[in-house]
């Protein structure tokens, strides 16, 4: 609670209970629900869109439950013990004369917060904060960890936590707000970016005419987070899969390709797959810190 923010006015908020509903609420009276699910919705106007759907929620869970991305998690786990020490996981930010209390990590655009619960199990002393603009997506990850709460927001309209509370920040195959992430990172705070490499699931991309990763990606994201952000690191994450059809369809319902593929042409596709059929997974991971 002492980490979050009012949309709308950006003064701290405290949790009520009327009896038949909770909610949190700021001193002048903006005051946001708590879902049944777990998750409050901290959204200031309305949403750009709704997000992963329910279907696409399920894909993710089941995709990422098989292991297939825990090269992707085991990465940014060894990142935040190694970037966290033991003062950025407890300590108050610097310059500040608040006491000690746990290190913040947030995920922006955290999904089902399959990597954010990975990261919390690597760095003790900590609480972490899914935030996502999809509802079903955040029902999961209310759940996710028991050090973890969810949140509803829209990266591109700003994050609802106070200036310099977050001491870890990971994005991972989501938006980037660059002046917003810059703002809520204490000074001493690392952010933890992953986007897909040039050969990300190369094998699928031709087979099924997905959506192909523009070769310049990593140079573009550290490009447009130049302004606020120092690449301190770059590392490159490779693991084959090996995947049966099924699973493929479960994969490209997870990306953007499926927004833009026609199901029965890919349905197609996927049948004419060797079964099972071996994808490579490789991802970029940047480790920045705020200017
Ligand atoms: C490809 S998924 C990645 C989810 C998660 N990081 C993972 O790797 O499992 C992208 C996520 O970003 C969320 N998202 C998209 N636009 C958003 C926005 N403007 N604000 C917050 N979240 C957003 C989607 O709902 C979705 O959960
Ligand atoms: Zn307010």
Redesign the pocket.
């Known amino acids: 609670m002492r980490f979050l923010r009012c949309p709308l006015c950006g003064r701290p908020l405290t949790a009520v209970d009327t009896g038949t509903a909770r909610a949190l609420r700021c001193p002048r009276g903006h005051s946001f629900d708590l879902a049944r699910q777990g998750y409050v919705n901290l959204l200031a106007g309305r ?6 759907s329910p279907e ?2 399920d894909a ?1 869970v089941e995709f ?1 439950g098989a292991g297939h ?1 825990d090269m ?1 998690s085991a990465a940014l786990a060894e990142a935040a013990a190694t970037t966290m020490g033991s003062t950025t996981r407890t300590g108050a930010p610097t310059g500040s004369t608040d006491g000690a209390y746990p290190g913040l990590v947030v ?10 619960a990975a990261v919390l199990d690597a760095v003790p002393d900590t609480v972490g904060l899914a ?4 509802k079903p ?1 955040l029902r999961r990850a209310a759940r996710a960890h028991p050090r973890a709460a969810a949140a509803l ?5 700003g994050l609802p936590l106070a200036d310099a509370s977050t001491a870890l920040l ?6 980037r707000n660059g002046p917003e992430f810059r703002r809520v990172l204490r000074p001493d705070g690392a952010l933890l970016v ?1 986007t897909p490499a040039n050969d990300h699931l190369a094998e699928l991309v031709d087979r099924l005419d997905l959506l192909r990763v523009d070769p310049t990606k990593s140079d573009r994201v550290a490009g447009s987070l130049a302004g606020e952000f120092d690449l301190v690191h770059r590392s490159r994450h490779t693991h084959p899969m090996r995947l049966h059809r099924r699973e493929v369809a479960t994969l490209v319902g ?3 390709s499926a927004w833009h593929v026609d199901g029965a042409r890919l349905a197609a596709r996927i049948e004419a797959l060797p079964e099972p059929v071996t994808v490579t997974a490789s991802v970029e991971l940047g480790h920045y810190r705020p200017r």
Not at 153 to 157: G, L, N
Not at 170 to 175: D, E, G, R, S
């Open positions: 949403a750009p869109h709704t997000g992963d696409m929620v993710r990422l991305y992707i995920d922006a655009g955290a999904g089902t917060g399959w990597h954010l935030l996502d603009v999809s997506a927001c829209d990266t591109w309209a990971l994005n991972v195959f989501a938006p992953v997870m990306g953007p």
